[in-house]
Every structure is written in structure tokens, then in C-alpha cells.
T-cell receptor, first 111, second 113 residues
């Protein structure tokens, strides 16, 4: 059965800390892995990863994929209160048109 | 561009009532999806569509129906609402190129009492 597992489930840090969020997957015929940030409403897209070892970076956020070990990490450096959100990982397979979502990691950044 | 628009934003239904959640997108995306999100759980796929006239079941289709008569619209129908259908519903769409992300609507919070 295809599945995506995220850890930790929740995390509380202080502003300025660095955090690492994990996503492991077991999906047949992997095509891509996506990270989304969900605040109060709709998930918003952060990164899409298709190749191992190539880091995607956007400001203080970065992500990398390891297709051999079947996981990805999302790093956030110098966290700010605005980073507080649920971070969702989704994996898309080559077959079918579905995205398999993890349960998310709830990040709370306190001043 | 409005992107993906869902209506209504909130709704309370009584057990056994029916309703349609509307979803429309103006990006000419062929692929559209309906998800439900329960507290502490990930997004579960209800139904999806790869183009007008084509729909398929996802992980949790029971109790729901969909139609796709146009590229823009993908309504989700609940025929006999049950408390287990209390959830937040998200509609999403994406282009049909190889690697594209999904764009989400703002969600519909449905409570069945």
C-alpha cells in the first residue's frame, strides 16, 4: 500500500531556531515529491523534488530528496513566527494521477 | 486569475440532507481533485478527474458523487449527509504536464449534525 509518513507530528521552537522536517514514502513508481505549507486555509506550494541530491532553496527554506532511502527533508533556518503552519508532504506516482499526502507536521514558532 | 474557487466556505447540514460543494478553476487545468481533511489527518482523496467527462474514485469515495461536464467545474455531491462526513473539503487542480504542482481552493468546512 502506498503511503507517506511525516515526522515529527508537531514541533514547537523559538524564533531563530533551525528545524528539520522529515518525509518518508513508500510509493510505487515514484515521480515527484512536493512540500506544501498550510496555514489557516488552503495548502500553498513550496517545492517539488524529482531528482536525488539536488537541493531546492527559497529564502530560509530548503529541501532535498533521497530516492535511494525514500525520504525528503525540509529545512527552515532562522525561524520566524510567520513560519508557524502545518507542513504537508505529498508524493506523486507515475501511474495514476493521485497525490499521496502525509498527515503533516505542525510547526509552532514562539517569539 | 482567481485560481481555484470553492463555495460555500462553511455549511451546517442535518443528517440525511444533501448538498453540492462547488469548485471552479480558471487556469484551464485538466486535472481536478477533491480531498477531505480531518483533524490530525492528512488529505484523503475522494474523487478526481483527468478531463471533462472523465472521473474516477479516490481513496474514500463512499457517500459522494462527482461530475465533470466542463473543464472549469468539478462539483462534489453529498446525497445523504452523515456525521462521518464532517470535515474540511479541498478542491485542487493542476495542469497536465509531467511535473506540476496542485493548486488548492480555500476549503469548505462542513459540519453534519
Amino acid at each position: 500500500e502506498d503511503k507517506v509518513v511525516q515526522s515529527p507530528l508537531s514541533l514547537v521552537v523559538h524564533e531563530g531556531d533551525t528545524v528539520t522536517l522529515n518525509c518518508s514514502y513508500e510509493v510505487t513508481n515514484f515521480r515527484s515529491l512536493l512540500w506544501y505549507k498550510q496555514e489557516k486555509k488552503a495548502p500553498t506550494f513550496l517545492f517539488m523534488l524529482t531528482s536525488s541530491g539536488i537541493e531546492k532553496k527559497s529564502g530560509r527554506l530548503s529541501s532535498i530528496l533521497d530516492k535511494k532511502e525514500l525520504f525528503s527533508i525540509l529545512n527552515i533556518t532562522a525561524t520566524q513566527t510567520g513560519d508557524s503552519a502545518v507542513y504537508l508532504c505529498a508524493v506523486r506516482a507515475n501511474t495514476g494521477n493521485q497525490f499521496y499526502f502525509g498527515t503533516g507536521t505542525s510547526l509552532t514558532v514562539i517569539p | 486569475n482567481a485560481g481555484v474557487t470553492q463555495t460555500p466556505k462553511f455549511r451546517i447540514l442535518k443528517i440525511g440532507q444533501s448538498m453540492t460543494l462547488q469548485c471552479t478553476q480558471d487556469m484551464n487545468h485538466n486535472y481536478m481533485y477533491w480531498y477531505r481533511q480531518d483533524p490530525g489527518m492528512g488529505l484523503k482523496l475522494i474523487y478526481y478527474s483527468v478531463g471533462a467527462g472523465i472521473t474516477d474514485k479516490g481513496e474514500v469515495p463512499n457517500g459522494y458523487n462527482v461530475s465533470r461536464s466542463t473543464t472549469e467545474d468539478f462539483p462534489l455531491r453529498l446525497e445523504l449527509a452523515a456525521p462521518s462526513q464532517t470535515s474540511v473539503y479541498f478542491c485542487a487542480s493542476r495542469w497536465d504536464r509531467l511535473n506540476t504542482e496542485a493548486f488548492f481552493g480555500q476549503g469548505t468546512r462542513l459540519t453534519v449534525v
